[in-house]
Structure formats: structure tokens, C-alpha cells
């Protein structure tokens, strides 16, 4: 396609490399661009660099934060003895949402996918295995995807820490609110069955 | 949602004022631009703002251009008798992309719509008067969206040059090719029946 100007086909080609927009859209996206106010465009700009520059993870729980240790691991009212491992950031913020959980998190960066190249040392699983080292966790809550990705990782995470006397749970699996029996798949019905929970101890959580 | 940084935030928000992109795609892409080099931020952030800093508007045409008047303005081949009215630059793409047309353009900025607010001051209306005044242009090809705004702005221009020997022309409406006649609508369709074309004169355009 004819740009007619560089800058504008150069910015094209910048915005159609995130993931999910395509030439037409990245087009249009810089048209919008092209029309707000030059004060916009580099607030636009400079917030972004600005993020990727001075953006830091969290020393203890590699959590993305302002500052060398996030606001969850410096907090001074959550449960320190029980740690989420989750895959990304954008797990860490789910879990938050429920406003159900008040241990620390631990962010691996991923999971071990040998088919994408993605090893154990490409992930923060040694500083995982060194806090469990210090004694302080009482309990790992694996919430990993529920995949073979996942299941490797939680496995080798195991095999790492076995000699350490640490509780290991991970997320209960089972019918979601709002889904119908008829269209959960044989698996997650099976063991919704299988780990059935009584009504009374229901009662009681709530 | 909690983001745990400021900085993360302050990006999200400012991909979420993008057209089209919410804030959970827009917490997709700042993720993605954390994962990527710190170079390869600072291009995309310095090829956007650079865009809007040096983009120009050809002089003539109003089209974006990199230099004062735009390369298809300047260009010595083209026909300057012939200009095509349209709407924006997608459309100045769109036309161009066909290679059927070598005349100059003429972009609006807009079409007038006095229920969004855009009046004909708004609109590059005025300038492309001046052009017809000058004498060289023989035929004004209106490529506007067949809707009242397209058909407000016709009429408007159209009074505006109305003393000016112009020929004035609009593109043909009819059936897509590789659209089904009963899904075509009636008023496409009786259109494209009371303009219907003999089959010589459309062998001779080939």
C-alpha cells in the first residue's frame, strides 16, 4: 500500500508489530494519532518509554512495581508463610481482584515448554526453591494453568523442594459459576465429582 | 484493578485511549512492550512521536505528506484537470491501492455533519474553492460515502462552485462484484438497474 509519507508508513509498521493489530488496524491507529493534539501524542510516547525504562521487578516475588520490592511483598498485613506461584503478572493481578488471598506471590515468568525453547532456567524457579529455603513459607499455592505446561512446572517446582517441609495445594478444579453441567467437558465433571464438597462445609466458608 | 505500578498503569491508560483497544487489550500490549528490548520500545515510542512532530499536510491537497506539497500533487504524469474529492487519506489509499485513477485528490478532513458538530469551516471546503477558481481543474470526481453526511457536503460544495464551468461527477453505485443480487439492497439495486451499462461500453473500458 501507498503511505504517501514515510513517517506515517514508519509508525504503521511500529504499531502493526504488538500482538493483534494487524496493517489496517495499526493504520487507523496512527490516523488517531495523527489527529489528537501534539501535547497527547507525546505524553502518548513518553509514557510508554518511560514504562519500559524505569519499570522494575520486585526482588523477592518478581512482580512488576515502582520500586526495588513491591507493594504485596512490603506489606506488612499479608501472611508472609503462604505463597501463590503463579505463570505472569497478569495472574497476580486476577488473584488480587477476588480480594480473597492475603499471602505473598511468586511469579515464575512463565512455564517450561520445552516445544517453545522455555527451560527451567529461563524462569525464576531458583529463587522460588531459595525462599522456600529460608524456612519462613508454610504453604505453596500452585495456580498455574491447568495444561501441560503447567503440570511440568508444578512437577519439576516439586521435585526441587521435596526435602523442604512446605504444604504444596494448587487450585481446586470444578464446575465454574454460570457454567452448565451439560457443556463441561468429561474431565472437569469427573473430578468436580470426585472432590465433591459438603453443603455445611460450604456454609461455613461464607 | 490494582496494577502494583504506577508506571504500568499510566501506559495502560494511555493504550486505552486508543480507538478500538480497551483496557484489558491495552494491559496486553503494555505486557508486551515490558517484554521487549528497551531499543525496540524507544523506536516505537520515538517513530510515534516523530510522526506527529514532522508529519505535514500537502499545501494542495491536504493529504499527509512528508515534504510541503505531496508527492502526488508534484508528480509531473498526473492529470491536473481531474480531482477527486474524498472524505480522508484511508480513502486517498484505498483509491490509489486500485491504480485506475491518475488525477490529483482533494481531502476534506471530515464530511459535514452538523450533529457530530462539524460544520464547513472544520472541512479543507474553502481551499479546494480556490482551486476550482483557478481555471485548471475540468472535472471534480465526488468519492464520498452515500450517506447524508457524504450527500450534505456534495450539495454544499456543489453551491459553492455552482458559477464555475466544472464538470462534476460522482462514483458509479451498483452491484459489488462478488455480491449476490438478492442480498444486494433495493435501492443498490434499483440503481444499479436505471444505470444499467451495455456491454460494448464496458468491453471498451477494458
Redesign the interface.
Given at each position: 500500500?501507498?503511505?504517501?509519507?514515510?513517517?506515517?508508513e514508519?509508525?504503521v509498521?511500529?504499531?502493526a508489530?504488538?500482538?493483534?493489530?494487524g496493517r489496517k488496524?495499526a493504520?487507523?491507529?496512527?490516523?488517531?494519532?495523527?489527529k489528537?493534539k501534539?501535547e497527547a501524542?507525546?505524553?502518548?510516547?513518553?509514557?510508554?518509554?518511560?514504562?519500559?525504562?524505569?519499570?522494575q521487578f520486585c526482588s523477592v516475588c518478581n512482580?512488576?512495581?515502582?520500586t526495588q520490592v513491591?507493594?504485596?511483598c512490603a506489606s506488612s498485613v499479608r501472611k508472609k508463610s503462604i505463597v501463590c506461584v503463579v505463570e505472569?503478572?497478569?495472574d497476580?493481578?486476577a488473584i488480587?481482584?477476588t480480594q480473597q488471598f492475603s499471602g505473598l506471590f511468586h511469579v515464575l515468568g512463565g512455564l517450561i515448554s520445552p516445544l517453545d525453547g522455555v527451560g527451567p532456567d529461563q524462569l525464576f524457579i531458583e529463587s522460588l526453591v531459595e525462599r522456600v529455603k529460608t524456612g519462613t513459607i508454610e504453604e505453596l499455592i500452585f495456580a498455574l494453568n491447568p495444561n501441560i505446561q503447567g503440570d511440568t512446572t508444578l512437577f519439576y517446582i516439586q521435585k526441587k523442594i521435596e526435602s523442604f517441609p512446605v504444604k504444596i495445594t494448587s487450585l481446586a478444579r470444578g464446575i465454574s459459576f454460570g457454567g452448565e453441567l451439560e457443556y463441561a467437558d468429561e474431565f472437569t465433571l469427573a473430578k468436580s465429582i470426585q472432590n465433591r464438597i459438603s453443603i455445611e462445609r460450604q456454609k461455613n466458608n461464607y
Amino acid at each position: 500500500m501507498n503511505y504517501s509519507s514515510t513517517l506515517l508508513e514508519n509508525a504503521v509498521n511500529e504499531l502493526a508489530k504488538l500482538p493483534g493489530i494487524g496493517r489496517k488496524t495499526a493504520l487507523r491507529l496512527a490516523l488517531h494519532l495523527l489527529k489528537e493534539k501534539k501535547e497527547a501524542v507525546h505524553l502518548f510516547s513518553n509514557t510508554i518509554a518511560e514504562m519500559r525504562e524505569q519499570i522494575q521487578f520486585c526482588s523477592v516475588c518478581n512482580n512488576v512495581s515502582d520500586t526495588q520490592v513491591c507493594n504485596i511483598c512490603a506489606s506488612s498485613v499479608r501472611k508472609k508463610s503462604i505463597v501463590c506461584v503463579v505463570e505472569n503478572i497478569r495472574d497476580v493481578m486476577a488473584i488480587e481482584a477476588t480480594q480473597q488471598f492475603s499471602g505473598l506471590f511468586h511469579v515464575l515468568g512463565g512455564l517450561i515448554s520445552p516445544l517453545d525453547g522455555v527451560g527451567p532456567d529461563q524462569l525464576f524457579i531458583e529463587s522460588l526453591v531459595e525462599r522456600v529455603k529460608t524456612g519462613t513459607i508454610e504453604e505453596l499455592i500452585f495456580a498455574l494453568n491447568p495444561n501441560i505446561q503447567g503440570d511440568t512446572t508444578l512437577f519439576y517446582i516439586q521435585k526441587k523442594i521435596e526435602s523442604f517441609p512446605v504444604k504444596i495445594t494448587s487450585l481446586a478444579r470444578g464446575i465454574s459459576f454460570g457454567g452448565e453441567l451439560e457443556y463441561a467437558d468429561e474431565f472437569t465433571l469427573a473430578k468436580s465429582i470426585q472432590n465433591r464438597i459438603s453443603i455445611e462445609r460450604q456454609k461455613n466458608n461464607y
